[in-house]
């Protein structure tokens, strides 16, 4: 008893003192810098990313999107069946013990009976009772219990992270979804201002042609693009309500339920924003998180499988008593040491097997793992990218709408003394109506990058 005594206690002494997994190694060197230099005085804190774009709506819809998220509470949902997946996986670190109560009774019911019973015919009833407390305990000499709980606590990390990449992509989805409906909201409104401009230019038109300086075919021309801006409004229209859809999805409520207050979308605003160094995008990424941790989880099942085409041996105690009447149960008394030693010998290539799938595993998480990094750099680069782009095309296009809207005023101007023709009129006003219509774009393109490179950068996420 002694000798096993101490082995088990030197089973659990090794279980102690087991060594945490290391961080796996990527390979990969990060870039020293961004190709896109940050903008000077950038915000270098993402925390609530969303409240920099100074919209109050656009902070409750976040709120209400983390609280009625259905694939939000999914991804908590799994976390929580991570958590009690890694309980199962440590359980054997430590012995199973159970308890055990019976009681027995045996009655002849005819006959004599025969000798394989405990009654005969002049003793036809017996009670017998039992208890019993067992433990068992399998020695984790090879680490395969201990790397079974190591990768049953870091599948579990890797589920976390996805759920906090849920929340990301949740939230930065909301976020565009909420300022296109925005920004078609203001293409509505411009389309509404261009069809009562061009309606106005159709009077105009019509009252030359009814006094003869205007021919049929110009009429017919400043009617065409009256109706063209007819046509635009109920498109706008449809567009700003599948936006809507889209973001009453994201929120988890039918759209009936939504409603968004007349928040103008030239009060949006974007944050100059810090990108760091590419290095620190390492911890700040939640989807580059999840690929480490399930490399590591996928390395500590090569322990596994490895400990499983080994030896193993089972320590077992029990205490047991017994009696034919109830009350003197607890007078006899017994114990049963039990030692038992297994090993592998022929399973067809089952274990090796396993081993080498484990192996393969983990070399193809290692180039998710790589893959994951890739990927990050080149989130962060296309959204640096498409700010300096936009920047630059918003600086010029406010040059062009200004121009377009002055040319258009010009030529109304002129053609209403008769000193233009309408041919003039109708390509300032075609002309007018793009640069507005892109003006819209642009702005609503600014504000989406800046939310992409928030994204990006893990929404202000760190790893612990």
């Known amino acids: 008893m002694k000798v096993h005594l101490t082995l088990l206690a030197a089973s659990l002494l090794l279980v102690a003192c087991g060594t945490p997994l290391s961080a796996p190694d990527s390979g990969l060197q990060p870039p020293p810098a961004w190709q896109n230099l940050d903008t000077p005085g950038a915000r270098a804190d993402n925390q609530q990313w969303w409240t920099h774009f100074g919209s109050p709506q656009l902070n409750r819809l976040i709120e209400q999107a983390r609280l009625d998220s259905h694939d939000l509470a999914a991804a908590m949902a799994r976390v929580r069946q991570a958590e009690a997946s890694a309980v199962i996986a440590g359980a054997p670190l430590l012995p199973e013990i159970r308890a055990g109560l019976n009681g027995n009774r045996q009655e002849l019911l005819r006959g004599k009976g025969y000798s394989q019973l405990d009654v005969d015919r002049d003793n036809r009833t017996i009670d017998y009772y039992d208890a019993n407390l067992s433990a068992t305990y399998e020695l984790d000499f090879w680490g395969g219990k201990r790397a079974a709980r190591d990768s049953a606590l870091k599948t579990l990390a890797a589920s ?85 859809i889209t973001l009453a999805t994201l929120l988890g409520q039918p759209v009936q339920s939504v409603r968004l207050d007349d928040d103008s979308f030239d009060r949006l605003h974007w944050p100059a924003i810090d990108a760091g160094v590419p290095s620190q995008l390492l911890s700040r990424r939640p989807d580059i998180a999840a690929a480490e941790a399930r490399l590591a989880a996928a390395q500590a099942d090569i322990t596994v499988a490895r400990a499983a085409m080994l030896p193993s041996m089972t320590l077992g105690l029990s205490l047991a008593t017994g009696a034919d009447i109830a009350d003197q149960l607890l007078r006899n008394n017994i114990y049963n040491l039990t030692a038992g030693l297994a090993a592998p010998i022929f399973n067809n290539g089952r274990l090796k097997a396993e081993r080498d799938r484990t192996t393969a595993r983990q070399e193809e998480l290692l180039e998710l793992y790589r893959a994951a990094i890739i990927n990050g750099f080149a989130d962060v680069e296309k959204a640096l990218n498409g700010i300096n782009g936009l920047d630059q095309q918003r600086q010029w296009q406010s040059e062009e709408l200004h121009q377009a809207q002055t040319a258009f005023d010009l030529a109304q101007r002129r053609y209403q003394a008769g000193a233009e023709d309408l041919l003039t009129v109708l390509e300032t006003q075609r002309t007018l109506y793009a640069a507005q219509d892109m003006n819209v774009q642009l702005r609503l393109a600014r504000v989406q990058a800046s939310v992409a490179l928030y994204r990006a950068l893990g929404g202000g996420w760190r790893v612990m």
Not at 201 to 228: F, H
């Open 160 to 244: 976390q992270f996805d759920r906090a990449t849920v929340e990301l992509t949740l939230l930065s989805s909301v976020a565009n979804s909420y300022t296109q409906a925005l920004s078609l909201r203001e293409q509505q409104r411009i389309a509404e201002l261009n069809l009562a401009n061009a309606q106005r230019v159709l009077d105009l038109v019509q009252t030359r042609y009814d006094a003869g300086s205007a021919t049929a075919l110009e009429l017919s021309q400043q009617k065409s693009l009256v109706a063209a801006q007819q046509r635009r409004l109920p498109q706008v229209q449809q567009q700003a309500r599948e936006a809507l």
